[in-house]
């Protein structure tokens, strides 16, 4: 209590207010020291001479260092390589998928058509295969376009927002869905990485993202309808500046997703 009552009845530290008495004592009297214009000077001066040096050394720390500059070249070169060989990679698994059906289709097509047609209907089901037929396109587009300036994070379209979408269009009746060509299945994520978007581990473009389903259209209309889906996508254009637009299609294409990596395996006529 002895503290707290010494720093309300006196705040200032007794050396001050002994300095500040004998100022108000000289000029009193009249004694006190006026600061010449040299004096002044050389505190503009010095005070330059700070705010240069200091300006300086911000603008020093901003430069990119060669060596991080060289590093950053190569990584992004080895980021660009590699992602060649995945793409290169991806594309000679796609053609061994093709093999393997082909031959699987004509090893089944004389000796057990109907496991043949189970497989085909199975496949379209997972995503294996591509599919085609009448659906919607949902297409959800950045605030802004993401054509100006530095992009706003909170207007991006996020992972949130088109998982929202999918489950809608699920619920709705959808067969089968991609997001910019990216086929969905039971195993497929759409998440964030930072500022982009990944759907199956593959980052997306933006700012504009396609979601293409197909199933009945009228249908799948008048699901979403009844859905949260309209009141939300109105909220992300209100509030967010993200624009979206559903337009229904006669014909859609999707791609298959290949073959899904088996995780379990029961022999034909076997007890479970």
Sequence with gaps: ??????????????????AAARRRAAEAEGTVRRRSPGTWVGIVVVAMSCGLATAAASQQLRVPQPSVSAARSVLER?????????GALSA???????????????????????????????????????????????????????????PDASSMVR????????????????EAISIDDQRLTSRSSI????????????????????????????????????SGLPGYLQVLGSTY?????TVAQSQLELPGAGA????????????P
């Design 241 to 245: 500046g993200i624009r979206s637009s």
């Design 159 to 174: 992972d949130v927002d088109l998982q929202t979408v999918v489950n809608a269009l699920w619920d709705a009746g959808a």
């Design 1 to 18: 209590m002895t503290l707290l009552t010494e720093v309300m009845e006196r705040p200032l530290d007794p050396g001050y207010a002994e």
């Design 191 to 226: 998440r964030n990485a930072g500022m982009a978007v990944l759907v199956n581990l593959m980052p997306l473009t933006g700012p504009t993202y396609v979601v293409r389903a197909v199933g009945d259209s009228d249908a799948m209309q008048t699901g979403l309808a009844r």
């Design 78 to 86: 080895q980021i660009t390589d590699r992602n060649e060989q995945v």
């Design 260 to 271: 899904q990596p088996l995780q379990h395996a029961q022999p034909v006529g076997s007890e």
């Design 92 to 150: 000679a698994a796609e053609d061994l998928s093709r093999e393997i059906v082909d031959l699987q289709r004509s090893a089944l097509e004389t000796q057990d058509p109907g496991l043949l047609d189970l497989i085909r209907r199975d496949s379209l089901r997972n995503g294996t295969d591509a599919v085609r037929g009448p659906g919607l396109v949902v297409s959800l587009t950045d605030g802004g376009g993401g054509l100006v300036g530095e």
